[in-house]
C-alpha cells in the first residue's frame, strides 16, 4: 500500500501554486493520473521516487516511511525501491541495450535476472546494440526493462509511449499490459491518452492545479452519464467532414478507423484530436473464434 500526503509549492507557467496530492494505491495495482500539462502529474512522481522534496507531508510504502517532514525522515532515491521510465528514454548512448540494463542491477540476483527481462520486452535480438541504432519503440522497451531490473515496488511511467506513432504505442500498451500482469508492480502512470487510461488502469485519478479531485474507474471518469448502449468505444478524432444534412466523423479506435455519422450540434463539441465515446444501443454481435481461415477472411 502507498499513502501518499504531501504538499509542494510549484511554479508553473499560469503562476504559483501550493500542490496537495492525497492519494491510497493498493500493492499491484495500475494508477493512472489524468490531467491537462501543468497540472502536476509529473511533480507526483517525482515526490514518490525522491527526486524532488515535499514540503511537508508524508509518504508511506507497505509501512517503511520514505518520507515524513515532522520527523525528518527523507530517504534518498536510490533507497527507494522505485523503476522510473521517462518519456526521453534517459539510456546510455556508449552502452549496449545489455549493458544499460546490467548498468542498473545491484546484486548477481539481478544481473542474472536481465536476459529474462530483455526476452520478456522481446529485443534478445537486439541486446548487443547500441541506442542510436534503436528505433523509438525499441529504446521505450529498453527502459522498461531497466526500470524493472532491480525488481521495484512501484513502477513510475512519465508519459513513456507519447512520442510513439498509434501502431507501436498500441503494441507498447499491450506489453505494459502484459508485463504488470506478469510482475504484479504497483505502477502509477501519466497519460493524456483515454484510449490507454482506459486499457491498461484499474483506477484514474484526475488530477488539476496539483490537487487529486477524482478517483475513480476509467470509464466512470470519461462517461459521468449513466449509458445504456450495449457497446462502447473510446476513439481519437481524427477528421470532421461536412456532408449536408449531417457530419461525418473519422475516428482512430485502436489501430481501427471507424466512420461515424453526427448531427451538426454533436459535430460542434468535437474536434481534431479530441476523444469521443462511440455508444450504440443496437449492438447484437455473433462471436467467430479466430482461426487461420477467418483470419484469412479479414484480410
Known sequence: MITIDAKKNLHTAT?????????SVSNGEFITLFGTSGAGK????????????????IIEVNGDVWFDS?????????????GFVFQDYALFPSMSVRENLLFAAENEEQRRNVDELIELVELSALSDRHPDTLSGGQKQRVALARALVRRPKILLLDEPLSA??????????????????KLGVTT????????ETVKLSDRLASVASGQIEKICSPMEFFSPHALSGK????????????????FII?????SSLVRTVASADEASLLSVGAHAIISTKAFNPILIPVTKRTTSLLI
Open 15 to 23: 503562476g504559483d501554486l501550493e500542490a496537495h496530492y492525497e492519494l
Open 42 to 57: 509529473t511533480t507526483l512522481l517525482r515526490l514518490i521516487a525522491g527526486l524532488e522534496k515535499p514540503d511537508s507531508g
Open 70 to 82: 515532522a520527523r525528518r525522515i527523507n530517504l534518498p532515491p536510490q533507497q527507494r525501491s522505485v
Open 164 to 181: 510513439l506513432d498509434p501502431s507501436m504505442r498500441q503494441k507498447l500498451q499491450d506489453e505494459l499490459a502484459l508485463i504488470h500482469s
Open 188 to 195: 502509477l502512470l501519466v497519460s493524456h491518452d483515454i484510449t
Open 231 to 246: 457497446l462502447q468505444l473510446v476513439g481519437e478524432v481524427l477528421k470532421i467532414e461536412k456532408d449536408d444534412p449531417v
Open 250 to 254: 473519422t475516428l482512430l479506435v485502436g
